[in-house]
Structure formats: C-alpha cells, structure tokens
C-alpha cells in the first residue's frame, strides 16, 4: 500500500469524483477525512465502504466557503489521525449557467468562492500540519477552454486554480508537491444538472474513446499523483478528457 500510514483529505467528498478519490485513496492505506455539505448520505456510504474494506474515515459536514468551516474540517482529521499528508480539492461547481452581461456581483463572487477562495483557505490551514506530502487540486478543462454557455465564471475560477497550482508548485518544494487535474465531461451530476443530454452524447460520439469518463477514472489519476509514483512531477494541471482537447 503505497499510502499506508498517511492520512488525505477530500473536500466534496460525499459523492461522484470525491467519493471515488477517497475509496482509492483508503484502498492504498490513507486515513481518510471527507468533507461534505450537503450530501451526508453518500458520505456516510463513502466511510462505510471504507470501513468495511478494513480502512479508516470519518465524514465531516462543513462549508469550505466559509474559514470556520475550513478550520473545523482541519482540527477534526488531525484530532482523528494525527496529521495530514495529502489534500485533495475537489469542492466546487458550476452554481448556475449566467452569461456576464445577466450575472449579478453576487454570483460571480459566490462561484470564486466556491472554486477558487475554498481551495486556497484548505491550503492554507492544512499547511500547519503538512511536513511534506502532495496537494491535488480539481481543476477542469474549462479552465483551458474557457467552458460552455454561461460558464465564464467557473472557467476563470479553474483557470485560477491551475495557475495557484503552478505558483504553489514553485512556493511548496521540494517537500511538498502541487498538481491539478483538467478533467473533461465526466459522467457526474455536475452534468446531469448543468448539461443538455444531447450535448454529452455528442461529445461521447467525437471523443477519440467515444464515452464521458467515470469518478473512477478521475480517482485513479488522483491517486498516482498523491503517491511517490509521481515524484517527479509538480505544478502539472494534467488534461484527463478522452482526447476532446489537446494543450
């Protein structure tokens, strides 16, 4: 088990991508510590699945937006586990499709603080307990793109992330390693709520592997990037989108 003894956060971790990061995150030996906000039954299934595997967890509800929040998800994983050596910041969404010219002030703060200010406040206070270890940021492929209809807000949040991620990359090492995922159209509610159902069978029948991805895939990548099996790799914002666009 490449992450036994470790212990890993997962932000948004009550379902699809974070609840798919913390199962493989716990299949190579991490504690897990899950953050939610609303989906407390998929993370309370989440710790369940993990337990009955025979690994470690606990689920803790909270708003990232929000420092309290943060500082609650923090004390509580290092009250449970001692320390922490991996996060993964994978909280964040889409709020609601608005064109700039239709968006209040309101929104477009809401969705910087939702993608873009939760991640730099988890990173923050999980620095107090990170002697060395990774950080795996969930970025998206609208941050290279700039994203869909109604989406230049989200895309600007990502697009940020990726570029905190190659700053941090620089700020962290050599002890502490930056990454960030760009998925593509993964088949998540993310898309159930925000995307037309023709589209994704368009994007599935142009993909050169002619489907969305699953949180498993996006778990998998996680995982390579939170072990030592990417040590040699920092400040990447790595494209995982089946081919639908090359950078």
């Not at 004390?75 to 700039?100: M, P, W, Y």
Request: hydrophobic share 45%; charged share 20%; with cysteine.
């Amino acid at each position: 088990m490449k992450l036994a003894g470790k212990t890993a956060i997962v932000t948004g971790g009550g379902r699809d991508i974070g609840s798919a990061c913390a199962k493989a995150l716990a299949a190579e030996g991490a504690n897990v510590a899950i953050n939610y906000f609303a989906s407390s039954k998929g993370a309370d299934a989440t710790v369940a699945a993990i337990e009955a595997a025979g690994g470690k967890a606990i689920a803790v509800q909270g708003d990232l937006t929000k420092p309290e929040g943060v500082q609650a998800l923090v004390d509580a994983t290092v009250a449970a586990f001692g320390g922490i050596d991996v996060l993964v910041n994978n909280s964040g969404g889409l709020i609601e499709r608005k064109t700039i010219a239709e968006m209040p002030l309101a929104h477009w703060n809401a969705v910087m603080d939702l993608n873009l200010t939760s991640t730099f406040m988890m990173i923050k206070a999980c620095l107090a307990h990170m002697k060395e270890g990774a950080i795996v940021n969930i970025a998206s492929q609208a941050g290279r793109d700039g994203g869909g209809p109604g989406a230049v807000a989200y895309a600007t949040s990502k697009g940020a992330v990726m570029t905190m991620t190659r700053g941090l990359a620089k700020e962290l090492g050599p002890k502490i390693r930056v990454n960030a995922l760009c998925p593509g159209m993964i088949d998540t509610d993310f898309h159930n709520i925000f995307t037309k159902d023709e589209v994704r069978r368009n994007v599935e029948a142009a993909s050169p592997v002619k489907r969305q991805g699953t949180p498993q895939d996006i778990a998998n990548l996680v995982t390579f990037l939170a072990t030592d099996d990417s040590a040699f790799m920092t400040g990447t914002n790595v494209d995982i989108n089946g081919g639908m666009l090359f950078s």
